[in-house]
């Protein structure tokens, strides 16, 4: 498995992938549009090879999943590129900036029978396998609301600020709110969506607030900012009681359920990462060996239906708050 | 001051006041439409007079204060009773079912120079009255989010339930979500509101999922339930800190200023209490003597302006979830 694009998601992603045995996962090589970078990148991974573009990466007989990493507007036309050379791929999220673009992705991949999955890393952790199980044996009874927040002071980070860069909150941060909605609603659609939010001077969205309307008496809320730190904490209310995902909660090593803490802790990871739990990242990592060795093309954590849901989702958040990316037209 | 109808909520104040001073409150008399009833609870609370209908009671002249705790629906015509008999007034809340119903009160007692109040309790509570300095004082900086639950599996009580009897989960336990919102932003309106829920057999509201847009940025998010216990807390986060209201946040017994935690002791009330922390109640019967002796017909706490604005949000959120009210039209 390789890297493209050098930056801070792609580093902790490689620092958790190599705690993983070495004969199952190797790091074969990187790539960036800077080719100085990507050297950088390698020597400090030990990874052999380093490439100054992406044609030269794809065109790597011994490369055979690709890791995307790179920045969300670049995503559909570098995975694009990756399936047309007959490599697997793992895309960090979201998948592409909307739902018609993570449609034409997931065509693409199925009619070349590759693998895709969006890594939304969130999903694949034992704390998140560890809820879902306890959703399904009915250890809350019915779920009937969840709650979740997920706030950060980070409102002047270009990643998150610009348009360009296919910046606003919701798409960087709260995207990981919504992933717990479905998750915990089974990635059933709701029947409503309602969301207001605040845009900043770049026209992206700084903040969100969310509900949802589910059939049967159910309903949701989320709330995301890059103005102001919130909880960041899940709450998925049953008729039997309730399971909290507290702070971190899309990277949790802690959950409660019916206020019985369960934990999960974390190992270090290769190098010092930029965001905490990195080391968890290694968990999409064996979920995409995991289903290439059984010959799947789709992850059952994570199937492209999912990732179709939580697009079509934002697609909708973003429509109601006014934040509109060129390729939406 | 008395009490009008011997509910639950009615028991309670009377607990609640009969903990204060003797020479500052006196309990004259209780009047209910069946007289048995009025007579038993007088027993119970050593109130001199039970009277089996309204009228003898707001014709007592030693009555100056009423207290009404009658079914939702009956609070426009028992108030209105009440003023056009001279007397001021502490209405339970909600005030009326609607802003036009809370407009045509405030009128009245406004052109008879009398005390009207909603007896919102939360308000009156030190508690509340700490987050409010802490805000002022800029503990936490400027606020940005606001999020409060209020969620009790108690689905099927009548007074929820009904529609006759001015039910509603929103109305019955929604109203103080909604309040700390009003409160942590000054009693301003938001510029948006949107609302989902689900309704009963009866057409009330079982569940609301609101969110709230204000100016500069800021939102807010509430959820209100009458099948599951959601967290029941409250979280105002601001630009350098949060302030935490736990469970019960509307009768808050401790907050958590930037995680420390500030606790605020109830005393026993006189009689076993049908809510938790009732003896608080005794705070709001203090505003009212404080307001009338300094010669206010209305709190400063619990103003007019107040009990309007929660008023039509209440109108809003139900006309968004679909719950109408005879009194509507």
Redesign the interface.
């Known amino acids: 498995m390789v890297s493209i694009r050098v930056g801070n998601p792609s580093h902790d992603f490689v620092s958790a992938l190599r705690i993983l045995p070495s004969d199952e996962h190797q790091l074969v090589a990187v790539a960036a549009r800077d080719l100085k970078s990507a050297q950088e990148f390698a020597r400090i991974h030990g990874i052999p090879k380093a490439y100054g573009t992406y044609d030269e990466l794809v065109g790597d007989p011994d490369v055979e999943v690709v890791y995307v990493g790179v920045i969300n507007p670049h995503h559909l036309a570098t995975v694009k590129l990756v399936l047309s050379h007959g490599k697997h791929v793992l895309v960090e999220k979201p998948l592409t900036l909307n739902e018609k673009g993570s449609q034409e992705l997931m065509a693409i991949a199925r009619r070349h029978n590759l693998f895709l999955m969006e890594a939304l890393w969130s999903r694949f952790l034992p704390s998140y396998d560890f809820v879902m199980n306890a959703i399904k044996t009915g250890a809350i009874g019915q779920v009937?609301?969840v709650?979740v927040?997920f706030?950060k002071?980070v409102a002047d980070e270009a990643k998150l600020a610009r348009k360009a860069l296919g910046g606003g909150t919701f798409m960087d941060i709260g995207i990981y709110t919504l992933n717990v909605v479905l998750m915990a609603f089974g990635d059933e659609q709701p029947l409503?969506v309602?969301?207001?939010?605040?845009l900043n001077q770049y026209g992206v969205d700084?903040?969100?607030?969310?509900?949802?309307?589910y059939s049967d008496?159910?309903?949701?809320?989320?709330?995301t900012?890059a103005?102001?730190?919130?909880?960041c904490e899940a709450?998925i209310?049953?008729?039997k009681g309730?399971i909290?995902i507290p702070f971190p909660f899309w990277c949790a090593d802690k959950v409660y359920l019916n206020d019985v803490l369960h934990e999960f802790a974390f190992p270090p990871a290769a190098e010092v990462c930029n965001f905490v739990n990195s080391s968890g990242l290694r968990h999409e990592a064996v979920e995409v060996r995991r289903c290439l060795t059984s010959g799947r093309t789709e992850s059952e954590v994570m199937p492209h239906e999912a990732s179709r849901g939580l697009a079509r989702l934002m697609d909708e958040i973003r429509r109601q708050v006014g934040v509109k990316y060129d390729v939406d037209d």
Chains 1, 2 share one sequence.
Request: glycine letters at 10%.
């Open positions: 009937y609301h709650d927040t706030g002071a409503e309602k969301a207001v939010g605040h700084e903040s969100v607030s969310a509900v949802f309307k008496g159910r309903t949701a809320n989320i709330a900012s103005r102001v730190n919130l909880s709450h209310v049953g008729t309730t909290k």
